[in-house]
């Protein structure tokens, strides 16, 4: 027998099984909990003790925290990345803002909720908020932003660039004007990745904007909300041994968004392929 | 009479929808050099590697028809045992990134052969053939990478006859070198002819008349014309092939 | 723009200087060999001690463990994605890592606590005293930190020029043979790279050690064992510690070790990345 086909067998099967289990993990997540995911579900607070009720405030919360980073990190980033990609050159400076970029990348992610509520909650004042945690979202998220943008604007054929200064735009006109748009479509793709990841993380804002339960929704930023993470987290923690069934469509919630995110990014990567090959 | 090595019978290659080789139909001779040439495009590297099964390696790869070697054929056999008898050098040289030794007996221990006495033959036989063991023998050691351009392509040629292969297939070895190495490998060729069978790929018309007896032309895809080479050259039989060795097409 | 890209360096030395500045605090109440090498953390005792060398050694028994599995499995499918599937399958498979990338930890560390606790305690074939343990934490960690594996050994594998592999297969070498001896010691330092990266993220990790790993501050003698690494310490006890208490401080160092250890790994992996372009 072949050893080729042999060893090809068998690394197809431990790939294919691991696949299999992966998939059959999240496919039991998902249904496990979807017999509990109703309207009264999406939009009710949670009610006696967190036995019944629904995660409306949960899914409030997410989505406050989730904008407030974005509102940081896509401004930030993408400037920070247009400055690397079209404006520096290789010097000291542009090497240290690639390598803090880097660091910042493979940081814990509870060392962000460490500072996170040292500079925004307590130098800052915003005690734990929406505007505390979201803004420690929003750091996290930073670097993966940039390295995306930056990439998505490097793939701009310089060709483009030349023609637009060829016809007297200067160079801010150029890359606002020419180069950005040329690569909106793979930013986008990269925010929505970056949405995907911050989505789920429960550490970074479980001690600077997370609130276990509240009876009202946030007024402002300055004040606290649920999430869905943090929410996943209280119910597994506090009710370690009867599993409670809204646990069960949180995750399931939680990973169905998930899981959509990640086919939109499919979908569009799919797209970008198809318009290279014409 | 002369040895046939290679015997095609009505091969037809195609990547996906492309059909790249037409009803190619020829006896190959042994222990000659047999030059492919043809305007660029026309499928001569496309057929050097269907001799030894490398386009296996596409995945819209398909062919039909035979080729014998030696009476068995290829097309259905192993490709493994059938590279230890027909080896391969490449356009740009593709030393290991290991010692010249290393590289050298990289072939023979991949087929078995343990013996360090015995390798240690083989590497010097193999660097002799190819005409390297004088400029390298207190260096066996030596990362390969450190060779010159054409040391490296001698090597890669040694490397290709340590496993004792029957035919040498060669695609465009000189074209990425100097023209003191080519020349040298030139030479080399002609002297490797006397054990082995070469066939040559090149672009470089004047390379082909210089070194090869038999001459094949190739034009879109068809084996236009196959003959030896003083013959072609001094009276062609196709209007296509005295166009190309008037120099029209490039 | 500039302020934007150095915005990310300014956030790497504000994180060093707001964990250490409350950080070595705790050097005043405790010292330096105390609080590294005593497994004595207490910090909750009238006579508090403040040892985190137990606390090290449950994240490294996690961190090694997980690695042990992942790596392995992740080395088989990259080979197995970068030269044995076919295209569609490659696409698809790929796809599912990705997507396993992005499963939320604190769903994770919930479907650990639920099910393979239980599973542990019932149906394992060893008697063990409690499903919350470092195998738990490791199974569930590997889910985490396979993709990153199996892409960066996966690219580290295709980067490998392509006509080492003709060379090879030219000489009449299997593919196998071909995989093993050419093309895995040319992608050597793309996969030191994913190791490293890879291991990063598994000693950053912060819910699912949180929810499964035990919380037993003790140095495990099994693998069965619960421990409390050093993240969960600092996730577990943030929200019950009073604001510059001693024990405040103490965590906020941890936080140092833990930015420390992250930093080392992600400067290392540069440097490799650089010394190798040369």
Not at chain 1, 170 to 177: D, L, S, Y
Request: glycine residues 8%; hydrophobic residues 50%.
């Amino acid at each position: 027998m072949n050893v080729d086909a042999i060893v090809k067998i068998i690394f197809a099967i431990v790939s294919y099984a691991l696949i299999g289990l992966i998939l059959a993990l999240i496919g039991f997540l998902i249904i496990n909990g979807l017999d509990d995911i109703s309207w009264e579900f999406l939009t009710t607070f949670p009610s006696n003790s967190m036995t019944e009720g629904g995660v409306w405030p949960a899914i409030v919360g997410t989505v406050y925290f989730v904008t407030v980073a974005l509102l940081f990190s896509i401004p930030v980033g993408i400037l920070a990345a247009i400055y690397l990609s079209e404006y520096s050159k290789d010097t000291a400076f542009r090497r240290l803002i690639l390598a803090a970029n880097n660091i910042l990348s493979g940081i814990p992610s509870v060392v962000f909720g460490l500072f996170g509520l040292s500079l925004f909650s307590i130098t800052f004042g915003f005690g734990t908020s929406v505007l505390a945690g979201g803004l420690t979202l929003g750091i996290m998220s930073l670097p993966y932003i940039i390295s995306n943008t930056h990439e998505s604007l490097i793939a701009v054929p310089e060709s483009y660039r030349e023609a637009s200064l060829a016809l007297g735009a200067n160079k801010a006109e150029t890359t606002f004007r020419i180069v950005l748009p040329a690569s909106f479509s793979r930013i986008l793709t990269g925010v929505i990745i970056a949405t995907g990841r911050i989505i789920g993380e429960t550490a970074p804002i479980l001690f600077t904007g997370a609130a276990f339960y509240i009876t009202r929704n946030p007024a402002g930023p300055f004040e606290p909300a649920m999430a869905l993470p943090t929410h996943i987290f209280v119910l597994s923690a506090v009710y370690p041994d009867n599993v409670t069934p809204k646990l069960e469509g949180s995750i399931s919630l939680l990973l169905i968004i998930v899981v959509v995110l990640f086919l939109l990014v499919a979908i569009r990567r799919k797209k970008e392929m198809k318009k290279l090959e014409v | 009479m002369e040895d046939t090595i290679f015997a095609i019978d009505k091969l037809n290659v195609f990547y996906g929808e492309k059909h790249a080789l037409k009803d190619v139909t020829c006896k190959i001779s042994r222990r000659k050099v047999t030059a492919v040439v043809g305007p660029s495009g026309c499928g001569k590297s496309t057929f050097l590697r269907t001799l030894n099964r490398m386009n296996d390696l596409i995945a819209s790869y398909r062919h039909t028809g035979s080729i014998k070697l030696l009476g068995k054929e290829t097309l259905t056999l192993d490709p493994v045992t059938l590279r230890k008898q027909v080896g391969m050098v490449f356009q740009k040289p593709n030393p290991f990134p290991k010692s010249i030794q290393d590289n050298v007996t990289y072939g023979p221990r991949v087929h078995g052969v343990k013996n360090r006495q015995r390798l240690k033959e083989i590497t010097e036989r193999s660097l002799k053939q190819a005409a390297l063991w004088d400029e390298v023998k207190d260096e066996l050691k030596k990362n390969a990478l450190n060779l010159s351009g054409g040391q490296q392509q001698r090597l890669c040629i040694a490397r290709a006859l340590s496993v004792e292969p029957e035919v040498l297939l060669l695609d465009e070895p000189t074209s990425a070198l100097d023209p003191i190495a080519t020349q040298k490998i030139e030479k080399l060729i002609e002297e490797l002819s006397e054990r082995y069978t070469i066939i040559i790929v090149t672009h470089n018309l004047q390379q082909a008349l210089r070194i090869s007896d038999y001459l094949m032309f190739f034009y879109v895809g068809e084996l236009v014309e196959f003959d030896a080479t003083e013959k072609i050259t001094t009276n062609p039989s196709d209007p296509r092939t005295s166009d190309y060795l008037r120099g029209i097409f490039s | 723009m500039t302020f934007a890209a150095l915005l990310t360096s300014i956030i790497v030395f504000g994180i060093f200087y707001f964990l250490v500045s409350d950080g070595v605090r705790i050097f005043g109440k405790i010292s330096l060999k105390d609080f590294f090498l005593s497994t004595r953390w207490y910090p909750t005792y009238e006579d508090a001690e403040f040892g985190i060398l137990a606390l090290l050694a449950g994240t490294l028994s996690v961190t090694g463990l997980t690695l042990a599995m992942a790596i392995p499995m992740g080395f088989i499918c990259a080979i197995f994605l970068a030269e044995f599937s076919g295209k569609k399958s490659h696409d698809a498979i790929k796809y599912i890592f990705e997507l396993m990338a992005g499963i939320p930890s604190v769903v994770l560390g919930s479907f650990g606590l639920k099910y393979v606790s239980r599973w542990l305690m019932e149906h394992f074939p060893l008697q063990i005293w409690t499903g919350l343990n470092v195998m738990n934490a490791s199974l569930m960690l590997s889910v985490l930190a396979m993709p990153y594996f199996v892409t960066l050994m996966e690219d580290a594998l295709r980067a490998v020029p392509i006509d080492q592999k003709e060379a090879s297969l030219a000489l009449g070498a299997n593919m196998t043979g071909t995989i093993f001896r050419i093309l895995l010691p040319q992608a050597r330092s793309g996969i030191l790279n994913a190791i490293i990266l890879g291991t990063n993220r598994v000693i950053g990790e912060t819910m699912v050690v949180l929810m499964i790993a035990g919380g037993a501050t003790m140095i495990p003698s099994s693998i069965f064992d619960p421990v409390r690494p050093l993240t969960s310490a600092i996730a577990g006890e943030m929200g019950e510690v009073e604001l510059g208490s001693t024990h405040y401080f103490a965590l906020f160092m941890i936080g140092v070790v833990l930015m420390v250890i992250s930093t080392a790994f992600t400067l290392i992996a540069m440097k490799l990345k650089r010394s190798k372009e040369k």
